[in-house]
């Protein structure tokens, strides 16, 4: 007889953790969820940091050698995908970042430490990678707290090296790009600087910009 109660409680106690294992492994299960979800909210994408429409534009001020002034950077149109805009460029979003013709710019995810490569010649391969994610910036239309900073290595020849460097706000686009030519004794000497002054996300906010031919000088978004 007492064995029988004993094999009956152990029979209950037995069922009773083995209830308590099985709420416990729910409430885990529930945690991890509600956390992915939530890191799904919170992920910072491309579109964050270039958000684009028909009719965007970007004032800045450049100056690179032999020239200084200011450059209209306006979204014309869409075509293939592509934003078109008043420079010939031409750049899109797709699951893996932001992209130009030739590259990504931006890519995900958005995190200090990605890194990819991009050929961009024959024989040039651009290696680029996000510095900072979320940290302050400036530029002459003012500060921004929310900013992507990705820099960029161009091999142009056996004598020089191109140092590219986007700093990208939230919600607002390129407010700064800078680029520095690399020269032997690690010498750097600046080409680009180009700053934000002004800008309008407005689909209505329509110019008279026309495409014009490249030149020697800053290139759009790219460089």
Known sequence: MQRMRFLKCYAEGE??????LVLGALTLLLGCATT??????????SSDYAPMSVGAWWNYEVSYPGQQGEMKVELLSQKDGYFIDNRRGAFQHTPGGLRDRERYLIKNPIQPGT??????GPSAVEHLKIDEVGTPCESLAGRFEDCLVVSARLRRDKNMQLHIKWVWARNVGLVRLETEAELPGNKRVRQ???SLKDYSL?????TNSQPTEKDDGPNTWTR
């Open 15 to 20: 069922t009773k953790m083995n209830r308590v």
């Open 36 to 45: 992915s979800t939530n890191d799904a909210k919170t992920q910072r994408l």
């Open 115 to 120: 890194s990819w490569k991009s050929v961009v």
């Open 192 to 194: 680009v600087t180009q």
């Open 202 to 206: 407005s689909k209505n906010a329509r």
